[in-house]
């Protein structure tokens, strides 16, 4: 396969979705309904749908003969068995708990380890972990290397922790730090990787500090892919030898199984320590469910079991991370400003960079996302200002950055999807001094993103 320089879809369709095609006065009339906000839109009226690769992938003919096998008795199913040896055989950890998603995991962990007065670092939290951290009043504080701010700085591992960073934490608040988390890849950061490198040294802070070490480990295979691409000497090894080593290094794990579980819901939570583990069933039973299933029914347990054997597959990585840089490569050459390196699960468009007309409290990223659903029906996701700027005392202050993300669902869109979305953003993007900024009329206390309401300034 070598010798071309295409690469495939490892795989053919066998089942078809159709996609409703619509005109920019029916998304205009949609965008007025929605609030502006893309979150609100009625999936039907989207035509390529890049808001999440999360549960959005299309999971395989061998995910969905495994669902024929779900049993669902309500403990100690053979699903259970299932799933617990799929995540055991990658993630080696003495307990699993089987949650419905990743932020149950989150919220059941941070409602043991949180509380005012403490105080979680990450590389960058996620939306929904810093979310979980700050409602049970702890305070989440991100760490991640200077390169990992600078959309346009070039780092093979752009999602690496500032261990000196880390350190001085851990130093000046010794006994407020009840986890380190690492999010491998770092999503917020634009899916950047973390190197083995890093995780030893971050592991080694924590050993010093006696501070458990846990991975939000949503993109594990896509970061297991990255390190033997880009870590020197790593090139040679299997992509479970990495992600064991990567889970060796950890004391535990979140994990949305929506992303690299190949799986449309589903996670866990995995850790090693008992008497932390007892606490956390016992918030899964009052929640989530039994401990054999957690908020799963035993299909789903089944078609995750599956699909982390076909995420560790090296052509499946090759194609996935392959096809997220074409757009990237594509939008780049048209003189788009993009976070670099391209993240595997998304390009992110620097819309601060795009549209300098507009300031971080107008919400360029937002101004942009909607401007891509009006001209050309593609859903995007504003990672910026209007997702992060809102701060738990309830003012507002400018977001890091400000991005669009077009995340890339798993094994859904053809080339000629990408092609389209190519052409719709660098005609958006070449008309960007036309785009207005945008205000908040409506908005919940906390994770805003979701429910705001916008118009424009
Ligand atoms: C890095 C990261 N952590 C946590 C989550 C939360 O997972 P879920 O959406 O399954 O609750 C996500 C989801 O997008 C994520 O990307």
């Not at 956390?280 to 035993?298: M, S, W």
């Not at 996935?320 to 048209?334: H, M």
């Amino acid at each position: 396969m070598d010798r071309w320089r295409t690469i495939i879809e490892p795989f053919r369709i066998h089942s078809v979705e159709p996609i409703r095609l619509t005109t920019v006065e029916q998304r205009d009339a949609a965008l007025e309904v929605a609030g502006y906000n893309l979150f609100n839109l009625h999936a039907a009226d989207v035509l390529i749908d890049l808001l999440t690769d999360s549960g959005t992938g299309a999971m395989s003919r061998d995910q969905w003969a495994a669902i024929q096998h779900g049993d669902e008795s309500y403990a100690g199913s053979p699903s259970w068995f299932a799933f617990l040896k799929g995540v055991q055989t990658l993630f080696p950890f003495r307990h699993v708990i089987p949650t419905h998603q990743g932020r149950a995991a989150e919220k059941i962990l941070f409602s043991v380890l949180g509380g005012p007065g403490k105080v979680v670092p990450n590389n960058t939290h996620f939306d929904t972990t810093r979310a979980n951290v700050e409602a049970t009043g702890a305070e989440a504080v991100d760490l991640v290397i200077a390169e990992g701010r600078d959309p346009a700085a070039l780092h093979p591992f752009k999602g690496n922790m500032d261990v000196a960073a880390l350190e001085r934490l851990l130093d000046e608040r010794p006994a407020d730090v009840p986890v380190v988390f690492v999010t491998v890849t770092n999503n917020s950061g634009g899916g950047q990787p973390v190197s083995l490198e890093n995780l030893r040294a971050v592991r080694a802070v924590c050993d010093r500090h006696g501070v458990p070490l846990f991975l939000d480990a949503c993109r594990f295979a896509e970061n297991a892919w990255f390190i033997k691409l880009r870590e020197p000497g790593q090139g040679d090894r299997e992509i479970p030898d990495i992600v064991r080593e990567m889970a060796g290094l950890a004391d535990g794990m979140t994990m949305s199984a929506k992303k690299d579980g190949l799986a449309n819901i589903g996670g866990w939570l995995a850790l090693n320590d008992d008497a932390l583990a007892e606490q956390c069933r016992n918030l899964l039973i009052l929640t989530e469910g039994f401990p054999t299933y957690g908020g799963l029914a035993g299909r789903d347990l089944e078609a995750i079991a599956q699909g982390l054997r076909e995420v560790v597959d090296e052509d499946y990585l090759r194609y996935r991370v392959a096809s997220t840089e074409y757009l990237g490569e594509a939008l780049d050459r048209a003189g788009v400003p993009l976070v670099k390196p391209f993240g595997g699960h998304a390009i992110y468009i620097d819309a601060r960079a795009l549209l300098p007309h507009i300031a971080p409290l107008e919400y360029p990223g937002q101004a942009l996302a909607v401007a891509l659903y009006r001209e050309g029906g593609i859903r995007g996701c504003e990672i910026g200002t209007v997702m992060f700027g809102q701060q738990p005392d309830g003012t507002e202050s400018p977001a890091a950055m400000d991005l669009v993300r077009l995340a890339i669902p798993r094994r859904t869109y053809t080339q000629s999807h990408i092609d389209y979305v190519i052409e719709v953003v660098i005609w958006v993007a070449e008309r960007a001094s036309g785009l207005r900024g945008m205000r908040i009329v409506e908005q919940p206390p906390a994770l805003r993103h979701f429910t705001a309401r916008f118009a424009a300034v």
